[in-house]
């Protein structure tokens, strides 16, 4: 079945730091790749997405490239600031159908002025 | 109206009660998704409709949970007879369903969290 696994949180960091969150995901065929977040007190959005291997995912400064030789989605900003704290969760949609999101577990950033 | 809305935000139950939580989609969305949420984790797949239709209810953990989208817009998730283990939060989601290619944005309501005493 589908599957996507996220490194263990929390991370803390200082403002201005470099942001890596891994994403590992198992699915058959060529799925869909997302990004999203839930800032406190907020519902989940969709931060980035990309559709197919190699695309680059980007949005407030965050990227993540969908590479399928590693079934992977890093997601990385180069400078995170205080506003970037929240849950982010990574999610992927099956091939061929417009169909339910498959979430990883979620890693909880805070990040320090 | 602009995004997801759901109500009610919170729902506290005593064991064994009923409970009923709406769902109103984007307008115009043709897809409608439920996940369920439980504390610390990702949101988990309960059902999906195509308008009225709904087309995949696998993820629905128990003959307790039953959704409905009569008109093809707003949807209702029912719980009866509700237990400790379903105090979670219930997500709804909504998608424009216009790629077959499983890239559609899904689109999520604030939830609403439900605490079963």
């Known amino acids: 079945g589908n599957s996507v696994t996220q490194m263990e949180g929390p991370v803390t960091l200082s403002e201005e730091a470099f942001l890596t969150i891994n994403c590992t995901y198992t699915a058959t065929g060529y799925p869909s790749l997302f990004w999203y977040v839930q800032y406190p007190g907020e519902g989940l959005q969709l931060l980035l997405k990309?559709?197919?291997?190699?695309d680059k995912g980007s949005n407030k400064g965050f990227e993540a490239t969908y590479r399928k030789e590693t079934t992977s989605f890093h997601l990385e900003k180069g400078s995170v600031q205080v506003s970037d704290s929240a849950v982010y969760f990574c999610?992927?949609?099956?091939?061929?159908?417009?169909?339910?999101?498959?979430f990883g577990k979620g890693i909880t950033l805070s990040v320090r002025p | 109206g602009a995004g997801v809305s759901q109500s009610p935000r919170y729902k506290v139950a005593k064991r064994g009660q009923d409970v009923a939580l709406r769902c109103d989609p984007i307008s115009g969305h043709v897809s409608l998704f439920w996940y369920q949420q439980a504390l610390g984790q990702g949101p988990e797949f309960l059902t999906y409709?195509?308008?009225?239709?709904?087309?995949?209810k696998s993820g629905l953990p128990s003959d307790r949970f039953f959704a409905e989208r009569p008109e093809g817009s707003v949807s209702t998730l029912k719980i009866q007879r509700t237990q400790q283990e379903d105090s979670a939060v219930y997500l709804c989601a909504s998608s424009l369903a216009v790629s077959a290619g499983g890239g559609d944005t899904q689109y999520f309501g604030p939830g609403t969290r439900l605490t079963v005493l």
């Open positions: 999610a992927l949609n099956p091939s061929g159908a417009n169909s339910k999101l498959t």
């Open positions: 409709f195509q308008n009225e239709a709904q087309l995949d």
């Open positions: 990309a559709t197919k291997a190699d």
